[in-house]
């Protein structure tokens, strides 16, 4: 078992930035990539930011690409997105997931652990 669990959303302006922590315990050995979606309402949830256990590859939604930045302390366990020039389209909930692939996949389906989830809202 593995448990995850977002901080960090909140309310701000278009162009702030904004950092989501993922502080993942259990049987964190046994999931080899972690990665972060969003979910904006009346949408499906679409893959943002992927890395590998190591931290050594990482892979990015092009609606993201230059902007955020997915990074990773294997010392505390957390998984980070760094959130820089907001817009009003990342209005979203963002999820932490985990998977056993060795890949860095972008599909839901490729996850067996999720988040609550941490909401973020960008006004204009």
């Known amino acids: 078992q593995v448990q995850l669990v977002e901080s960090g959303g909140g309310l701000v302006q278009a162009g702030d930035s904004l950092r989501l922590s993922c502080a993942a315990s259990?049987?964190?050995?046994?999931?080899?990539?972690y990665s972060w979606f969003r979910q904006a309402p009346g949408k499906e949830r679409e893959f943002v930011a992927a890395?590998?256990?190591?931290?050594?590859?990482?892979s990015y939604a092009d609606s993201v690409k230059g902007r955020f930045t997915i990074s990773t302390d294997n010392a505390k366990n957390t998984v980070y997105l760094h959130m820089n020039s907001l817009k009003l389209a990342d209005t979203a909930v963002y999820y932490c997931?985990?998977?056993?692939?060795?890949?860095?996949?972008?599909?839901?389906?490729?996850?067996?652990?999720w988040g609550q989830g941490t909401q973020v809202t960008v006004s204009s």
């Open positions: 997931a985990a998977g056993p692939r060795n890949a860095l996949a972008r599909g839901a389906r490729e996850y067996d652990y």
């Open positions: 890395i590998n256990r190591s931290g050594g590859s990482t």
């Open positions: 259990g049987r964190t050995f046994s999931r080899n990539v």
